[in-house]
């Protein structure tokens, strides 16, 4: 297709091109399939991430001083390698600002990208002039692409698609009172006026829609999905150990508490055990709570943290492709969903990951009906978060069939794909436009 029958896109995410962020991997894996599908996506992010070097990609910093501070700390901090100019530089910039920032947190207690929500819109305003887009479409993520998507609706008249990563109101929140009066608000501004706009799951959309009727059947359930890695498969193998391996971040909301709780239960039972199961442990920090445990937990030497892994500079292999080898190495792959409200209307991406490498996953569940089943009609196990007694019988049945080798891959890709998603976007997409 030639670049004058392009559809233009006009794409507002905060954190494009950011390695490691699942609100960036959301949107940055779909670019390819929307070039394939004869879609040119203009992008405008935050400074944070790369720039892109296949699209236009227009970088902006925000208007307000608390989320310029922030998106500079994030951009210094990866173009400075010396810890000490780093600090020297950002102590400075935050003694300059700090004034500035006083004043807004003292008056504007929302969400802390939301300025930058004011240049996107005045840099969107002009590509619309030269460029003309056929709509906009914010994804986040960071609320504050939803709330420029909401101004340039408003001004221009184009068909806004939104696509929101996290609920934006849901039980329990600790938030501020601004805060979730400003969230409230937004979502009853994108569920009003935007022509098409999707949820990641199920009951989040379901209690969207009870919140904001008018929503009407402009709201839809979109699984993000993953791509395939591009990665050499190598057929499984069982070792001399039971590798159980937990990859991501640990928070005192998603922790190992409860999931060593009741492998210690497997353990009074049969103390043998211990010689062969072994839990690895890749990604960031040790939140308290899991390091608590840890530290009582009585079998140590069955624990290995092996933290962020980086790119090799002996071989070059890049930290993202040693995680994907030892994801396929592990025999079991373990899932922490969370312990708090949030989770009944959510999905860890790092779950549609762990889909594509083809191996067993205990899925540790709270209160989502929708995962459960995702993970139990694949021939996954799926308990209660909360439960150790039913994680100590997931642990005993996984024990089992390592011992009579049966914990091949299944050898079968997921069906959970970004390119299945950006398909579905786009005939969602091209039915709001010729609507008009």
């Not at 405008?44 to 892109?52: E, F, P």
């Not at 227009?58 to 951009?75: C, E, K, N, S």
Request: aromatic share 10%.
């Amino acid at each position: 297709m030639s670049d004058r029958n392009k559809q233009v896109w006009l794409v507002l995410s905060h954190g494009f091109n950011m390695d490691g962020r699942a609100a960036s991997q959301t949107i940055t894996d779909k670019i390819p399939h929307l070039l394939d599908q004869g879609i040119e996506p203009i992008v405008i992010s935050a400074i944070t991430g790369r720039k892109d070097e296949v699209i236009e990609h227009h970088q902006v910093l925000p208007a307000g001083p608390v989320a310029l501070r922030f998106d500079l700390r994030h951009y210094l901090k990866q173009r400075i390698s010396s810890r000490f100019r780093y600090r020297v530089l950002m102590t400075v910039i935050s003694l300059l600002l700090l004034p500035f920032m006083l004043v807004e947190k003292l008056f504007i207690r929302i969400e802390t990208h939301w300025s930058w929500a004011i240049t996107v819109y005045f840099t969107a305003a002009r590509i619309i002039g030269k460029r003309k887009p056929v709509l906009v479409y914010s994804t986040g993520g960071a609320y504050t692409a939803h709330l420029a998507g909401y101004w340039l609706r408003l001004r221009f008249g184009l068909p806004w698609i939104a696509e929101i990563h996290d609920p934006m109101i849901f039980p329990g929140l600790t938030k501020s009172g601004m805060r979730i009066r400003f969230s409230g608000w937004l979502e009853g501004k994108i569920c009003k006026h935007a022509d098409v706009v999707w949820w990641f799951t199920e009951e989040a959309l379901a209690r969207a829609r009870a919140r904001h009727p008018e929503l009407g059947d402009r709201g839809h359930c979109i699984i993000p999905g993953a791509n395939a890695p591009n990665f050499l498969r190598a057929p499984y193998r069982r070792g001399k150990h039971l590798v159980i391996a937990h990859f991501g971040s640990l928070a005192e909301t998603r922790n190992l508490e409860i999931f060593l709780l009741g492998l210690r239960s497997v353990l009074e039972i049969n103390p043998q055990w211990a010689e062969h199961i072994r839990l690895h442990l890749y990604g960031g920090g040790i939140d308290p709570v899991s390091a608590r445990a840890l530290r009582d937990f009585p079998h140590p030497g069955m624990i290995e943290l092996f933290g962020r892994l980086e790119t090799d500079p002996k071989t070059g292999e890049s930290g993202r492709d040693q995680v994907l080898k030892r994801m396929n190495a592990a025999d079991c792959l373990l899932l922490l969903h969370g312990t708090v409200p949030f989770c009944e209307e959510y999905i860890p991406s790092k779950m549609y990951e762990y889909l594509w490498t083809q191996r067993p996953i205990l899925a540790l569940v709270w209160h989502n009906p929708q995962m459960e089943r995702m993970l139990r009609e694949l021939g996954h196990w799926a308990v209660k978060a909360d439960d150790p007694d039913l994680i100590a019988s997931a642990l005993e049945q996984l024990q089992a069939r390592w011992m009579r080798d049966d914990l091949r891959d299944s050898g079968t890709p997921s069906a959970y794909t970004t390119e299945a998603a950006t398909r579905r976007i786009i005939a969602l997409a091209h039915e709001c436009i010729q609507r008009g």
